[in-house]
């Protein structure tokens, strides 16, 4: 079975540009989370839906963030206008409703220069 | 808001030995805990999870919870290098949609 898939895998670009991360979550998952990754602040949680209906997103740093979910195989992550306090690790994941069983992709690593 | 915190680390163990992992938690109603292992450039996975007080055992895997004093704890016994990776701590609160809170999670090395 597929696991959830992001892309891209790495991206590298200058202040204020727009940048877009994609994630697929595993189907039949009606659970899905963005979190963020530095050494500084660990694993944050950005914001997640659950049946496509975004429930929490009080993690989301400000408004140069926002995050769509379709339908129930996409969701997108964007940031504009991107800044270098943006770099780190954008993980999504995906899970059946209230189960701690997080499935976690494999990461965006997002430089921000 | 919940917090979860773990041992700064990191903690260095000789092969063979038992590593003990901590995790301490701020709120009460905290139903469920989850200890994920993340390796170096991967993402978390779950290795164990617990939702009653006491022990639960995976094979060389411990989960230890203590609700009255707000811990969990991991142990991993006959350590191997293989376990040599950062491990979170992972609370989930009670209720529909309640989020899981990490915690910065610790480094575990294992030395040969």
């Known amino acids: 079975d597929a696991g959830v898939i992001q892309s891209p895998r790495h991206e590298v670009t200058e202040m204020g540009q727009e940048v877009t991360l994609r994630c697929k979550p595993i189907s039949g998952h009606n659970s899905l989370f963005w979190y963020r990754q530095t050494m500084m602040r660990g694993l944050e949680l950005l914001i997640y839906?659950?049946?496509?209906?975004?429930?929490?997103d009080s993690g989301m740093p400000e408004d140069r963030f926002s995050a769509k979910m379709p339908n129930a195989s996409f969701s997108t992550l964007k940031i504009q206008p991107s800044e270098p306090r943006d770099s780190a690790v954008y993980f999504c994941?995906?899970?059946?409703?209230?189960?701690?069983?997080?499935?976690f992709g494999e990461g965006s690593r997002l430089t921000v220069l | 808001q919940k917090e979860v915190e773990q041992n700064s680390g990191p903690l260095s163990v000789p092969e063979g030995a038992i590593a003990s992992l901590n995790c301490t938690y701020s709120?009460?109603?905290?139903?469920?805990f989850f200890w994920y292992r993340q390796y170096s450039g991967k993402s978390p996975e779950l290795i164990m999870f617990i939702y009653s007080n006491g022990d639960k055992e995976d094979g060389r895997f411990t989960a230890q919870l203590n609700k009255a004093s707000q811990y969990v704890s991991l142990l991993i016994r006959d350590s191997q290098p293989s376990d040599s990776a950062t491990y979170l701590c992972a609370v989930n609160g009670p209720g529909a949609n309640s989020k899981l809170t990490f915690g910065k999670g610790i480094t575990l090395s294992v030395r040969p």
């Open positions: 994941a995906s899970s059946h409703t209230d189960s701690g069983e997080l499935f």
């Open positions: 839906f659950n049946n496509n209906v975004p429930i929490d």
């Open positions: 709120d009460r109603g905290s139903q469920s």
